[in-house]
């Protein structure tokens, strides 16, 4: 039988997995048409690797976001990669999650996302669904919201935030070569960062 956070990892995957063509269809109209299929080769090798029968929350995310840097490339490799083990490294040795250790998972996601690629809010990047994501979850978690309501209204942000980068410029990453023709169109990282909440969410509410 497989652990709880290989199914977690497994659903993201195939998530990610089942929507490649449209990821790819996103960055062909401000990118280089490379994202989903970056993001498939990534998940493929980390449903792959990832011991199934561990438990190690930490253990298996760092060895995700390790197979993330090296398989998937580009700008979004690093990045998700950095996400995965900044994640790994508050879940060390923890083999279940509360509300609140998903609130610190949240902090050191963004934290090393921005490190790496230092971006903001608004920039039209995948941090325009993960902060507004972040954001929703804390203030339902913190007034006391179920772990399902508090799920919702992270996934509702992240959709909302998509939407959001349709109305402005990117500024970062090879979508800012655009420039004001970048408007319109939705952001491919937004896009996989809230694929992967979704199936978070389905995974959690089961
Ligand atoms: N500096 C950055 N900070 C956060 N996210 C970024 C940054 N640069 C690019 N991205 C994200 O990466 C996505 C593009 O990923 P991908 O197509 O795989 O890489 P590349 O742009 O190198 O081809 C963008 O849609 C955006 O969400
Ligand atoms: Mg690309």
């Known amino acids: 039988m497989s652990s709880k956070i290989y199914d977690c990892i497994e659903m993201i995957g195939n998530r990610i997995i089942e929507n490649k063509d449209f990821l790819t269809e996103l960055d062909r109209e401000i990118g280089d048409a490379d994202h989903g299929i970056n993001m498939a080769r990534g998940f493929t090798e980390v449903l792959a690797i990832l011991p199934k029968d561990s438990d190690n929350i930490g253990d298996l995310l760092k060895k995700t976001g390790m197979t993330l840097l090296s398989k998937v490339g580009g700008a979004s490799g690093p990045l998700y990669g950095t996400a995965y083990m900044q994640a790994g490294k508050v879940c060390a040795g923890k083999t279940a999650l509360t509300a609140q250790d998903g609130k610190a998972v949240f902090e050191a996601v963004i934290a090393g996302i921005q490190k790496r690629g230092k971006a903001v809010k608004g920039e039209k990047t995948m941090l325009d669904a993960i902060i507004p994501a972040f954001e929703a979850y804390s203030a339902a ?11 919702d209204a992270m996934c509702k942000a992240a959709e909302e935030g998509v939407e959001y980068t349709k109305t402005i410029i990117a500024t970062k990453g090879r979508a800012s070569y655009l420039g004001e023709r970048s408007i319109g169109h939705q952001d491919p990282g937004a896009t996989s960062a809230t694929y992967t909440m979704q199936a978070v969410r389905d995974f959690i509410k089961g």
């Open 141 to 151: 978690v913190d007034s006391g919201a179920s772990v399902n309501d508090a799920l």
